[in-house]
């Protein structure tokens, strides 16, 4: 039976107009139990509601504001900027390289939360004065936060409360940190499918790797680093979650798209690799990567090299 994520169960939100949806606190707790994690049903038990046993949805947006916040301390430790840029600077380099698009190139950022991520690359200028940035989570509160502390550090990046996919301009490369988990079952391939089906030149996912010692690193650390329950909760449930690198070539697989894992399990060290990428690019692009990588471009493999690295 699949591991729930409490954060997942606490907020709703209705696909099409993205309006909050009322969620009753006995509904998540039943679900939880049937799923054994007596723990984290005793976590939402002890969370506030209002009439009718539904959950108060600004007591959940302040809880859940506080656990980014936590999560963005454990990004700056992880350095989850410079790995990103490690592969964006080069992808980007390839996309100028290959074609002439339109300018401004956009970035967008899949679930954003707090948007570390963006305001990192915007703060850094890292990827260049021709990228615009911009995230997008389905969370209105967190998109608010991200808004808010992007104005206050002074910052040129852009939030936007909904679907990604919806967006009015065409994003010219998709990102992610810590999202991959939480698409189960057919989602994963569906989310890759979107992508692939956009005028979107490339995609680069960063998710945790699915080591044997993933569950106990992401208990120490979050056990260390997050003061709330649900924070260690969902810390150590993200681990068990992760996705096999078999899993993703075969999800990112999609028609049009070349997919590449960079740093596979086979060429990485369990005790040191926390995240690792999968990438999707347009075939005309590999090239061009693999010159902009250089050496590190070994490190780059497909799904016909992965059974080698793998064995």
């Known amino acids: 039976m699949p ?3 409490i954060s997942d169960l606490i907020t709703a939100t209705d696909p099409r107009s993205g309006d909050r949806l009322p969620v009753r606190r006995g509904d998540v707790i039943r679900q939880l ?15 506030p509601t209002g009439r009718d046993d539904v959950l108060d949805p600004h007591a959940v947006d302040r809880l859940l504001v506080g656990v980014h916040t936590e999560l963005q ?12 840029v490690h592969l964006l600077g080069p992808l980007l380099a390839a996309v100028r390289a290959a074609a002439t698009p339109a300018r401004p190139l956009r970035l967008v950022d899949v679930g954003c939360g707090l948007g570390y991520l963006i305001r990192w690359l915007a703060a850094t200028h890292a990827l260049g004065p021709d990228v615009e940035l911009i995230g997008v989570d389905l969370d209105a509160a967190l998109v608010g936060e991200a808004a808010r502390l992007a104005r206050a550090e002074g910052l040129h990046c852009r939030f936007v409360h909904g679907n990604a996919f919806d967006l009015p301009e065409a994003a010219t490369v ?5 999202v991959l988990h939480h698409f189960r079952g057919p989602a994963l391939a569906e989310f890759f499918r979107a992508q692939a ?13 699915a080591t044997r010692l993933a569950p ?10 997050m003061r709330h329950p649900l924070g260690r909760h969902d810390g150590v449930v993200s ?4 996705h096999s690198d078999e899993a993703l070539l075969r999800a990112a697989a999609a028609p049009g798209i070349r997919p590449l894992l960079y740093e596979p399990r086979g060429m990485s060290n369990p005790f040191c690799t926390t995240l690792r990428p999968v990438l999707g690019i347009r075939p005309h692009l590999e090239a061009p990567l693999r010159r902009a990588l250089g050496r590190a471009s070994r490190r780059l493999v497909g799904p016909e090299q992965l059974a080698e690295v793998v064995r």
């Not at 089906?197 to 790797?209: M, R, T, V, W």
Request: charged share 25%; hydrophobic share 45%.
């Open 174 to 178: 998709y990102v992610s940190t810590g």
């Open 33 to 47: 139990e049937e799923h054994g994690d007596h723990r984290a049903a005793r976590i939402v038990a002890s969370l």
């Open 239 to 242: 681990a068990l979650r992760a």
């Open 73 to 84: 301390r454990l990004s700056e430790e992880l350095r989850i900027g410079e790995r990103l």
């Open 216 to 225: 106990v690193g992401a208990w120490a650390f979050h056990r260390a680093r």
């Open 3 to 5: 591991h729930l994520e």
């Open 197 to 209: 089906s956009s005028p979107a030149l490339a995609f680069c996912h960063y998710d945790i790797a």
